[in-house]
């Protein structure tokens, strides 16, 4: 307990030198990664910030090898720099690990709102925001350590081998349905490369703040990394049977609109598949085994739809 509370008592003092303040308010955040909420008066002036942390390595090969915490803090200050609505970064916490940025206000409960022409606005703005995102040059992001796929199969299985390696590396006994499914995903790799942008990796309804019928900052972009187009698209679509969206037809068609290309049918369909694959995969272990701090019942569902 004694070591649990130096590291939160280290980060409170880091967070109030870096900010120059004195911290009036802390929240944690009940959640699968260590999360807080805080406060800060700075010179009178009150402001709301996230710290979001580092999961925690299993020491093992798995998603957070792949794709560090430090690289999402150095991702969301070139977003930030473009245009792209995502929260400020103040600063990156090495001990314990974790970015301090800026609180965005906003909800992100987008299947929630009543008002048809509210949603339709806000889902408009995301699909420009993820058309802009998609025109930054892949260069950006490889200044800061991202590496662009120089294969169809890498860049088809990017994401994918990621959360295989978790699943490898942390199952007993290898899921049938799932052990397909990575083979179908092998032997159908699309045959030529798409388009090399960045892909968000988990994007769409549920992913993004708004207040007052704007979106204020697209959120989580730890799984990020440099892929095909229609990857994001396909997130888009798994995301939906949970976070209703509306059309997606439209949603797509506006892409498209937006970016000048046609949508790759082919692609989306395949990357459809990818989508879905990675949540059983980074779940399985859980099921199979589960743990006393999880909510079952939830992963259960995620798991099975």
């Known amino acids: ?20 303040g004195k911290i009036i308010r802390q929240e944690r955040q009940p959640r ?9 008066d700075v010179n009178g002036r009150i402001v709301p910030l996230y710290w979001r942390g580092f999961r925690g390595s299993t020491g093992k090969p798995g998603v957070y090898d792949r794709y560090p915490i430090e690289q999402e803090s150095r991702l969301l200050q070139v977003l930030e720099a473009h245009g792209i609505p995502v929260p400020h970064v103040y600063g990156f916490c090495t001990d314990p690990k974790g970015i301090l940025m800026e609180r ?11 008002d048809e022409a509210e949603r339709e606005s806000l889902a408009r703005q995301f699909m420009e925001t ?40 942390s199952i007993r006994r290898p899921v049938p349905l799932l052990e397909f499914t990575l083979n179908w995903l092998r032997r159908n790799v699309p ?23 704007k979106i204020t900052a697209v959120i989580d972009w730890e799984f990020a990394h440099l892929g095909h187009p229609m990857c994001d698209l396909a997130m888009i679509r798994g995301r939906d049977l949970c976070y209703p ?3 997606l037809r439209e949603r797509f068609r506006l892409y498209s609109e937006l970016t000048g290309k046609p949508l790759d049918m082919e692609a989306l369909r395949y990357y459809s598949v990818v989508a879905l694959s990675t949540t059983p995969l980074g779940t399985a272990a859980l099921i199979e085994v589960p743990s006393r701090s999880i909510d079952y019942a939830e992963y259960l569902s995620w798991y099975v739809l």
């Open 1 to 20: 307990m004694a070591a649990a509370e130096g590291k939160w008592d280290r980060l409170k003092r880091w967070v109030e030198s870096v900010m120059g």
């Open 32 to 40: 699968w990664r260590p999360a807080w909420y805080f406060d800060v």
């Open 104 to 114: 965005s206000p906003g909800r992100p409960e987008f299947h929630h709102i009543s």
């Open 130 to 169: 993820l058309a802009r995102t998609h025109r930054i040059p892949p260069e950006e992001f490889e200044a800061i350590g991202m590496i662009r796929p120089a294969t169809p199969e890498a860049q088809a299985l990017n994401i994918v081998s990621a959360f295989e390696a978790e699943y490898r590396g």
């Open 191 to 213: 045959k030529n490369m798409g388009q090399t942008v960045l892909v968000q990796g988990d994007t769409g309804p549920g992913q993004f703040l708004f207040h007052d019928g």
């Open 245 to 247: 969206f509306g059309d």
